[in-house]
């Protein structure tokens, strides 16, 4: 059986696929629920999803596309 083991993303590769987004704004993003919760790696580091970031970066360019 394969098992597919999903990158994580640690804080400056999210701010770089997000166009720049800065740290307060995600984390004030993240507290509202519009931005994916990063996962804790240990005491004083946190990754985020590959894919639950590229799945708001889809939503965000859907959103900017509609009329």
């Known amino acids: 059986m394969m098992t597919c083991i999903?990158?994580?993303m640690?804080?400056?590769e999210v701010k770089e696929a997000t166009g720049?987004?800065?740290r307060t704004t995600r984390w004030r993003l993240i507290?509202?629920?519009q931005f994916p919760?990063?996962?804790p790696i240990s005491n004083s580091r946190k990754a985020w999803l590959e894919s639950e970031i590229q799945e708001w970066i889809r939503?965000?360019?859907?959103a900017s596309r509609e009329f």
């Open 59 to 62: 939503r965000k360019v859907a």
């Open 6 to 8: 999903e990158k994580l």
């Open 10 to 12: 640690n804080e400056s």
């Open 31 to 33: 507290r509202d629920g």
């Open 20 to 22: 720049g987004l800065s």
């Open 37 to 39: 919760k990063p996962i």
